[in-house]
């Protein structure tokens, strides 16, 4: 007889939609769940954004619904405002006022200085930060964990190590934004050809999302 049982003929059947089902959970899930968080970004930029505009320029004032993403408009307009007047000579000599009244305080001080230079590094395209994705011994010989270069130690730390050290930023998984800087030697680096943007994605992933294998070099 050629006709296939019942039971397992029932079981093929079951096994297909499971796997239509995995199949669209991984197609949508990306797209559904980065819809969300920008949909939330936006609404939580509305909300502290939106009072603050006047009502003659706020289009929710005019129309029988709330447009959403005005206040994230409303926020760029603003910052490229804030940006073009510290170019000018009196927005630079705002700023220099203003940040020797921060610096008169001091808790404040410190926390605008190093939030000041951590931006500063992040944001310049004249500072090649986190260009290079690097694997090190970490925490112990014989574990090795993937981390960031943040640049060349040249400063006392340095001149307190018997050899050439480098910064480095091993990240936590899966957040990447906390972390280690590490001083590790140069000769105990290996550099890796993948980009930081799949460094960070093999990290923030645990390790799932593997990177196209890359030739790898040391240092």
Known sequence: MTDQPPLIADKTFLQRVRTYFITGLVVASPVGITIYIALAFI???DRNIKP????VYNPDTYL???LPGIGLVFLFLLLTLLGFLAANFMGRTLIRIGEKILNRMPVVRSVYNTLKQIFETV???NKGSFQEVVLVEYPRKGLWAIAFISGDNTGEIQSKLP????NVFLPTTPNPTSGFLLFVPKKDIII??????????YVISAGLVDPSSLPIKDI
């Open 43 to 45: 609404d939580l930029i």
């Open 52 to 55: 603050l505009i006047p009502a």
């Open 64 to 66: 029988p619904f709330p």
């Open 123 to 125: 944001i310049s395209e």
């Open 163 to 166: 050899e050439d050290v480098i």
């Open 192 to 201: 890796l050809n993948m980009t930081p943007d799949q460094g960070a994605k």
